[in-house]
């Protein structure tokens, strides 16, 4: 039996953009968060508050947050690493801040430049500054079946680092296949260590399409019950901490999923693709979403 509702959180405008090589001005980024409310999306992962040195395509972070055009009934959330992120980031006032962690030691440092004990240290004060504000938070586990330094990654990791999030108070943990080797099975396993910690309604999955199994790994999370997904509009994306790793599955091809399969998501499949077809238009690319392309060119 499949979840009757599904909640899509759009992160095409942070994951999908913060691997872009070329400048892309706030204005395209506002723009496309504004098409992506409109299109029905209720959760838009907006920007992160990381080291201009380390994702330049991020610095403009504030300046896109103030220009959004908050919509009732959308949230609207932001990464932030460290106290210095989450001090930025309240000003712009995110519903949602994302604290991001790795199941693998070699990913943690390359990507937030610490271990996992490190960044648990470091996220601890955020989760308490975040929830005296009453700001939700989510924790990402990134590399929880696939590493690209140290290979495969057993499901006991992330139960680890799930269980270290919990124990700081995060309220909602990400499962994220940040190179998009996983298939369904290891999938499945990383959830289920994932759920020894967390409760079904507070985890989701976030799965790139590097190998092409994203969509697969959604319907068996769906069958597992996990009702939450982050996905990415035109499957913009990637994370320049894992060469050759591509966007995250396409919030088109999910859609068309659900949709197909009687399943509620309370988004318009022609607005959206008209919203990747923005974004990829303005980065002279086809959108990278098979649904997309099928549609536009029918
Ligand atoms: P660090 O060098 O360890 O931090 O970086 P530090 O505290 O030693 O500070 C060093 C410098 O960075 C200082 O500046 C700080 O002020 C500055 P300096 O004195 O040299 O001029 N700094 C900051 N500036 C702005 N915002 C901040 C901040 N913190 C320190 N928040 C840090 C640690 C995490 C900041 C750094 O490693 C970093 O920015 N890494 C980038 C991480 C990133 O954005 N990765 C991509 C997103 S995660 C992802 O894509 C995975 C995900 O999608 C799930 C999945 O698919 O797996 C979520
Ligand atoms: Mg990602």
Redo the contacts with the bound molecule.
């Keep these: 039996k499949l979840p009757s509702k599904v909640k899509l959180v759009d992160?095409g405008p942070r994951?999908g953009l913060?691997n872009e090589k070329q400048p892309v001005p706030a204005e395209v980024k506002i723009e496309l968060v504004h098409r992506l409310q409109d299109a029905g999306l209720t959760e838009i992962e907006v920007t992160?508050?990381?080291?201009?040195?380390?994702?330049p395509q991020?610095a403009d972070n504030a300046q896109v947050m103030a220009g959004i055009r908050r919509q009732g009934g959308v949230r609207y959330s932001v990464?932030t690493?460290?106290m210095?992120?989450f001090e930025?980031a309240v000003e712009s006032r995110p519903d949602e801040v994302?604290v991001?962690g790795a199941a693998s030691e070699a990913f943690s440092q390359r990507?937030?430049?610490?271990s996992i004990q490190e960044s648990i240290e470091r996220f601890a004060p955020v989760v308490e500054a975040a929830r005296a504000k009453n700001i939700y938070v989510r924790g990402?586990i990134?590399?929880a079946v696939g590493c690209p330094y140290e290979g495969e990654v057993a499901p006991e990791r992330v139960e680890l680092v799930a269980r270290l999030m919990k124990q700081i108070g995060v309220q909602h943990i990400g499962v994220?296949d940040?190179i998009g080797v996983g298939t369904p099975r290891k999938v499945q396993a990383a959830m289920e260590a994932a759920l020894r910690h967390y409760a079904l309604d507070d985890v989701s999955g976030?799965f790139?399409d590097t190998y092409g199994q994203a969509l697969a790994n959604t319907l068996a999370c769906l069958e597992m019950g996990i009702w939450q997904f982050d996905t990415s509009v035109a499957g913009l994306g990637g994370?320049?901490?894992a060469k050759g790793a591509t966007g995250n599955v396409a919030t088109e091809d999910v859609v068309y999923l659900l949709h197909g399969m009687g399943v509620d998501t309370g988004i318009d499949l022609d607005k959206l693709i008209d919203a990747g077809k923005y974004i990829s238009d303005f980065l002279g690319r086809k959108p990278n979403s098979r649904a997309a392309t099928a549609i536009l060119t029918k």
Excluded: E
């Design positions: 992160v994951d913060q992160s508050f990381v080291s201009p040195k380390w994702v991020m990464l690493p460290n210095k992120g930025a994302v991001f990507n937030i430049n610490c990402a990134s590399t994220a940040t976030h790139h994370c320049p901490y």
